[in-house]
């Protein structure tokens, strides 16, 4: 469990070798008779908290506070300032492929990636070999919290709710502790820890669940959190497509930002990323966006789109090595707080304005699973591991951004993620995607000119 951490960097063609060999003495993650299990529309919940008091409180702090949460905890109070989208964000989850763990968007393949969120997070504590881990023996919740808010234990177990099967603490209890509490450090972190249970990880409406205080505790170790922000992203979109309904439980505000940052060419590109102080997050947070577009229309924008309308890598991704496997998977196994996951950033090698060619995918369909019953400590060791083991490739782009043999797998590969929009509008679907290249047009118009004035 402590072996010496090891990473491994490669060149791409020797990479690009190994990948489409693999691909082709094991097979795809999708075999032949494969049958859908994705419902044709998914309605999803993206029910957020009511972050109001915990942008007050914000607020309310000095300089100097705040400083020293963005010295422990990275970029995290900036997600306050994202409104959610509920029509965007109900359209792209429709496009969602679980089988692939990536969005599907007619022929585009996009996921955020473990790069991507520690850049936009910015938390300079954080080291990527250090993932988090949920261990058989953990410290009670009771204790969790009192070691976290340095309230007595009998104060906490007051406190303690449950809801369903979970247990939890509200919000409203760490709220009064916040403004009460005499140890600034203190402050910032029960603070913290409630950014983590109402934005990043929103289970229990109001409530930090007793799981996050786990994923919490380890923090302090330098532990980084993405893998598991990813993990549980992923899944909690994959358990909506796959039984048509369900409220998604992870960071809407991230996945928005992160999509925004991909969907249309940026013309102008800005020289700060290349600083220390640049905050990718803030200035995305600060940016306007239209929010008066219908959720069909979304839908039928998503599904026409086309390599050209993508910004392939992000503007204020500046990549230099890119994590392609763990250990002995031939992707990345993702640890979350409730659940394990997977994903091939090999299918996404266009989003570091590298060359895609046939990703390594057999085996990621089946790697998802929950932390219950009795068999999944071991896959949680193995995960654990494998993550002591990384694999890495130097990102470098030359010619075509496809190769011939990623254009003839892509193009046989079965595509069992095309969603039906609704017709709820009053008019057929033909009728729609005549309206479609005029909003796009004027959406991009509109981002750009509200890019432009911040800058």
């Excluded at 266009?350 to 089946?366: D, H, I, M, N, W």
């Amino acid at each position: 469990m402590e072996s010496e951490f090891l990473n491994k960097v490669k060149d791409n063609a020797v990479i690009r070798i190994w990948s489409e060999r693999s691909q082709l003495e094991k097979g795809d993650s999708l075999t032949m008779g494969h049958a859908s299990e994705l419902w044709d529309y998914t309605s999803i919940n993206v029910t957020q908290n009511n972050l109001q008091e915990l942008k007050e409180i914000w607020a309310q702090w000095d300089d100097e506070v705040k400083q020293l949460f963005y010295c422990n905890y990275g970029d995290l109070p900036y997600l306050l300032d994202i409104n959610v989208d509920e029509h965007l964000f109900r359209a792209l989850a429709q496009f969602w492929n679980s089988t692939y763990s990536c969005f599907t968007f007619g022929k585009v393949d996009m996921v955020p990636t473990v790069e991507e969120y520690t850049t936009l997070l910015r938390c300079p504590r954080i080291q990527m070999d250090k993932i988090y881990y949920r261990a058989a023996n953990v410290l009670t919740f009771t204790k969790k919290l009192t070691r976290i808010t340095r309230m007595s234990e009998q104060w906490v177990t007051a406190r303690i709710k449950q809801k369903g099967k979970n247990r939890c603490i509200p919000w409203r209890s760490l709220r009064d502790q916040i403004l009460a509490h005499p140890d600034t450090k203190k402050k910032v972190d029960v603070f913290a820890l409630s950014m983590y249970g109402l934005v990043i990880f929103p289970k229990a409406l109001g409530h930090i669940d007793e799981v996050v205080t786990d994923l919490f505790d380890q923090l302090d170790r330098r532990v980084t959190p993405v893998p598991a922000i990813l993990a549980e992203t992923f899944r909690s979109l994959s358990a909506c497509r796959r039984t048509g309904e369900g409220r998604f439980v992870g960071c809407a505000q991230l996945l928005l930002v992160w999509f925004h940052s991909h969907f249309w060419k940026v013309d102008k590109f800005s020289y700060q990323v290349f600083s220390e102080n640049y905050s990718p997050l803030k200035e995305l947070a600060t940016t306007s966006r239209r929010d008066d577009i219908t959720e069909e229309k979304w839908m039928t924008i998503l599904q026409n789109l086309r390599d050209e309308d993508v910004e392939w890598r992000a503007s204020w991704m500046v990549p230099d090595e890119i994590l392609y496997r763990c250990g002995d998977f031939d992707w990345v196994p993702l640890l979350g707080i409730w659940g394990a996951v997977g994903y091939a950033p090999l299918l996404v090698l266009r989003q570091y304005k590298s060359r895609q060619f046939v990703p390594v995918t057999q085996g990621l369909a089946e790697c998802e699973f929950s932390y219950k019953g009795n068999n999944y400590m071991g896959k949680i060791r193995e995960m654990y591991s494998a993550w002591k083991q990384i694999h890495q490739m130097k990102r470098i782009a030359v010619g075509a951004t496809t190769t011939p043999e990623y254009h003839g797998w892509r193009s046989k590969r079965i595509n069992d993620n095309i969603p039906k929009p609704r017709e709820e509008c009053g008019y057929s679907i033909e009728e729609h995607l005549r309206v479609v290249p005029s909003e796009l047009e004027i959406i991009k118009q509109d981002f750009e000119k509200r890019s432009s004035e911040f800058r």
